[in-house]
């Protein structure tokens, strides 16, 4: 099926749509608004097979996978319902007035967090469903009481509008504002500037690469009036094995790596790109297993064939680099599939070569061999921001190594201890972001509930009657919601 | 006295000491950190009337307003101490283990905010101690565990030396790493730049002009790591005077008002410049009755030649443009002086005039004078991003503005009700910020508690054992603190 890019015109009527409706949804109850995102999540699941089979057809990914991300995709517009029905997320603050205090009497003052505006959410290329139309991004900008306009992604056209389709049918069902949720194609990178650049757009959400994530927020930063940009792009995601650790669980450990280096085809921004270890013994017995485990991966399919041309381009760049030693390969595959590829490194050709810490997306896993643990911490010191850092090993060796720890929180958005970073969990102790380059703006999560906090901001109300009072802040508390009053937390 | 600019060695130098000591300082407890805070408010207040004299010499501010704000510097400081001794604005979050769940267990995943690096901070000119060298952004950033570098106003630099003096004495009494604070002088504009172009640089703190904290966040973003810059810039703090109520309370408001303008010479960022009322009755007996307010008001002595010099440029400026009629002044004055001055134009005029709706400094105020109530949302719906918004009416009238309100909240971080914008209380609800050219992220405030959340990032801590959780996280909440656990709050 092919889809017609949007003309200016329509960027400018689905922008002036999205304003017009964004001043009416944002007053709506939390339970309104969640009973809109309770129907999206419905409404998908009614899509039934007819959008598993798209979704396979248009990603190359697996069924499972896919009937795995639509139960993430509903799962997270569940949560984010749930979140504003309850309502405490909007941090409300309220100090009473002292109309005796001298000098001067205190006027009574209440804050709390109100949607930005309309958002634009860019469809990614590897989570067709789940950070895509409903994606993460959508679903929180929705709960946030924002506006959104989704540019579909062009390699999941159908399946956006699929999903596109349901997202409308359900704000037609639970009543509310038409152009609270609009669609818009564009294989060009013009359709996009228009979005970001109109000057009712407020924020932008995007999951891609780091060329096209800092395009937006480059463009977003040079409007007449700047604009947050929320765009995951680009890390690699370290893994260090200690080497006490790496001396007893080998095995384990390269088991576990092998999974989670071929998982998905290597095609998650949490992918371990880059395991680091003191050269020894036990790095050697770990290589000499994860090669077995390696050389019986299949070639996987990719998402498309701009991914997979890629992915071969950035390998053979790879292995042309000075002193890389090529540990394992799996099965080869066709033009459209990726061979799990185990390269190595010392950390003194490493440390020399910039090109060596970048992304390379998909199943290529570079392991850097330091001389001793001063090389390794030398690695550390030059580790670019990250979504995440894992370390392996023994709860008494990492307790040793808690001057590791301290540098790795300066580099990454979550820590993990002997796990891998693969396998995203959503939750309220989520934090799916880091320092750049991973994202924009290491100050927010794209995953989980604390998502919603990319699109509100706080607005102080002075001295209001009860009666223009957001119920949020009457006080009464009708809505029943954890605040703070007078600097104590209550219900 | 005359201070010398820093080179770039020593602005590289002092970045330097400032990482290293951030990398200890970081890691101390919220007490450790408390009790610097509140050494910093002890050490101010022992500087005596040599710090009075001294800022009163520099900024021509009289006496009570630099003790008064002196009072509010130390303020902050014992409130942002109190803040991180209690410890609950880490917002931890944490989510148990299911070894059970099916498909997939859940891992045990704990989250909290830490701070965001070294933080750079530019002295205001005209808050002398509350936003310079001790001030809010200082303050705050160190309470997050941020070291912090100032680079003083060179309006104030003699003053700065002593609350710098302070700080460090401060620092050596309750152990702080050296270097955690420190100062530097630079007239020039090339000692700013270097600072924030500083790789190990991750925020920034700057109040003042548009064009100055216009450069600075163009400058961190084009920065090959980009940077969060907290500028708090230009305001024009529209106050809306409703009909009803200027029928009956126009001279209430009219002398409330005038006493706004004229504080402080009109040289707050909360300066009320702009007044917007339907042309009736009621406006006219308002500005007959704000006239004889404003003829008396003595000329003020303003903070610097150069600002007094840029006040008197604007009003010329302004008295020139189409339709423009002078309905009030006060005294004349010197050359360092500033002339209160009330000007009126009629809302046609200003919708066509853009230059109108920007920043005078000082104590100019321009009442717009509308046809009617459509004209006067006409001139809402073109405001720009403004830190307040107030509104001057009957309870009952204000229920019936409802759509002015909804309107007002997309425009300001801060409406008031029935008061004037300046004075700006510090508290929990508080909200210093707003929308562009208010600040460059209306996601944060510059007063208030919540001004900490700028400078932190959140960091989940996957699978972490117990002995190398941070205390904050640990099973047995040791620090006592409101955390969120599987989704419901305790302490």
Chains 1, 2 share one sequence.
Not at 52 to 74: D, H, K
Not at 172 to 187: A, E
Request: hydrophobic share 40%; aromatic share 6%.
């Amino acid at each position: 099926m092919n889809f017609i890019d949007a003309t200016t015109q329509e960027v400018d009527a689905a922008v002036r749509e999205a304003h017009l409706a964004y001043l009416s949804y944002k007053n709506l109850s939390g339970k309104k608004k969640g009973e809109f995102l309770r129907a999206i999540a419905d409404e998908i699941e009614a899509l039934g097979d007819t959008l598993v089979q798209t979704t396979m057809r248009e990603t190359n990914l697996p069924e499972a996978r896919v009937i795995s991300e639509r139960g993430r995709t509903t799962g997270h517009c569940r949560m984010f319902a749930q979140l504003v029905e309850e309502g405490s997320w909007v941090e409300a603050r309220l100090d009473s007035a002292q109309p005796q205090r001298a000098p001067l009497p205190r006027p009574d003052i209440r804050k709390m967090l109100v949607p930005i505006g309309p958002v634009i959410v860019f469809g990614a290329a590897n989570f067709p469903l789940a950070y895509s139309t409903a994606g993460g991004d959508t679903a929180s900008a929705l709960a946030a009481g924002c506006s959104v306009i989704v540019k579909a992604h062009p390699a999941h056209a159908e399946t956006s509008e699929l999903v596109a389709g349901a997202i409308k049918k359900a704000g037609t069902k639970t009543g509310m504002p038409p152009g609270v949720f609009q669609h818009l194609h564009g294989m060009s990178f013009e359709v996009g500037q228009a979005l970001v650049n109109h000057p009712l757009i407020k924020a932008v959400g995007f999951t891609g690469s780091l060329v096209g994530g800092k395009a937006l927020f480059d463009l977003a930063n040079k409007r007449p009036e700047p604009i947050p940009v929320f765009a995951e792009m680009s890390s690699i995601n370290p893994v260090y094995l200690l080497p006490e650790s790496l001396a007893k669980n080998f095995e384990k450990t390269a088991v576990m790596l092998a999974n989670s280096i071929t998982q998905g085809v290597g095609q998650f921004c949490t992918n371990p790109g880059l395991v680091i270890a003191v050269d020894n013994d036990g790095l050697k017995k770990y290589i000499k297993r994860l090669s077995e485990e390696i050389v019986k991966a299949p070639a996987g399919t990719m998402l498309h064939q701009g991914i997979a041309n890629n992915y071969h381009k950035r390998v053979a760049e790879t292995l042309a680099q000075k002193g890389i030693t090529i540990e394992a390969q799996g099965a080869e595959g066709s033009a459209l599939q990726g061979r799990a590829t185990i390269v190595s490194v010392a950390a003194k050709d490493f440390l020399k070569n910039p090109m060596l810490a970048e992304e390379v997306f998909g199943p290529l896993s570079l392991i850097v061999k330091c001389a001793d643990i001063n090389e390794l911490n030398a690695v550390v010191a030059r580790q670019h921001g990250q979504l995440t850092s894992s370390i392996i090993g023994e709860e008494a060796e990492i307790e040793k190594h808690q001057n590791l720890l301290n540098l790795l929180k300066e580099k990454a958005g979550r820590l993990i201890i002997n796990g891998v970073p693969t396998g995203v969990e959503v939750a309220p102790s989520q934090n799916h972001g880091g320092p750049y380059p991973a994202t924009t703006d290491s100050r927010f999560t794209a995953v989980g509930t604390d998502a919603v906090k990319r699109f509100v901001r706080p607005v102080a109300f002075q001295n209001f009657p009860e009666s223009v009072l957001p119920p949020e802040l009457k006080t009464g508390n009708p809505l029943n919601i954890w605040r703070m009053t007078d600097g104590n937390w209550s219900k």
